[in-house]
């Protein structure tokens, strides 16, 4: 009896990707991203201020 030779192998580890100096075009794309996360987070709450919006209507009969 061998121990743990069967089954899956640990996978080796991978050296850790330095982090990469941002330049001007990654700035921008990523204020340009909060931008639009704030656009949709006011959109969000404006709609959850309203009732339904068409969705699935009720009749009252059965």
Request: proline share 5%; net charge positive; aromatic share 2%.
């Amino acid at each position: 009896m061998s121990g743990r030779e069967g089954g899956k192998k640990k996978p080796l580890k991978q050296p850790k990707k330095q982090a990469k100096e941002m330049d001007e075009e990654d700035k921008a794309f990523k204020q340009k991203q909060k931008e639009e996360q704030k656009k949709l987070e006011e959109l969000k709450a404006k709609a959850a201020g309203k009732g339904p919006l068409g969705g699935i209507k009720k009749s009252g009969k059965k």
